[in-house]
């Protein structure tokens, strides 16, 4: 096989479906791989055998370009191209045979028991004071309180200050300041 080469670019980046599963994936593959190489990396992504694997190459517009069957040759030999569909079929195998949650065995823990864990998120969170475990200083929560009043004053007085079709600029963290013009002075309903 050293005898060949690819002359087109080496990596070709194609996307992968199976009937295994309803979904698919982007893949980025050589070119000079042989078929069966590109098999066994299949494995991986479609959870199919590669001696129980048949590939279908098909275009961007989901024409069936050839069916890849001789695992000697290089994939490359084959009209693959950016943005082709590769379509991995394993009669073995059912669609969404690994998508059906309700086959799995789920662990369950009571609550009473999961308090009691010392190895838990909870357990971590209850003893760096983290999340709803914070502690809460009265004084704090009061300052806070405070501070976000003020903020209300400021832009009600800033908002009385303004009228519809005045001119703006509005800035939001991390995107460029936006001009424009005053179409509504109130409070958002959500």
């Known amino acids: 096989m050293s005898e060949f080469s690819v002359i087109t670019q080496s ?10 599963n309803s979904f698919g994936t982007e893949r980025r593959f050589q070119k000079d791989l042989s078929v069966a190489d ?3 990396k299949l494995e991986l992504l479609t959870g199919s055998q590669s001696a129980n694997m048949k590939l279908e190459l098909y275009s961007k517009d989901n024409k069936l370009l050839s069916k890849i069957d001789n695992d ?3 994939f490359g030999s084959y009209p693959v191209d950016d943005g082709c569909r590769l379509h991995v079929v394993d009669s073995t195998i059912k669609l969404g045979e690994f998508e059906d949650l309700s086959k799995v065995e789920k662990f369950e823990m009571k609550e009473d028991d999961y308090a009691k864990r010392t190895d838990s998120v909870r357990a971590f969170k209850e003893r760096n ?4 475990f914070a502690e809460t200083d009265p004084e704090e929560l009061k300052r806070k309180e405070e501070e976000k009043k003020e903020k209300e004053l400021q832009q009600k007085t800033k908002a009385e200050a303004m009228k519809v079709g005045d ?4 800035k939001v963290v991390g995107q460029p300041a936006k001009r424009g013009t005053v179409k509504y002075i109130g409070k958002e309903n959500n």
């Not at 004071?129 to 709803?132: N, T």
């Open 129 to 132: 004071k983290m999340g709803r």
């Open 72 to 74: 000697e040759v290089m």
């Open 38 to 40: 590109l098999k066994n």
């Open 167 to 170: 001119r703006c600029e509005v």
């Open 11 to 20: 990596i070709v980046t194609i996307n992968v479906t199976s009937s295994a």
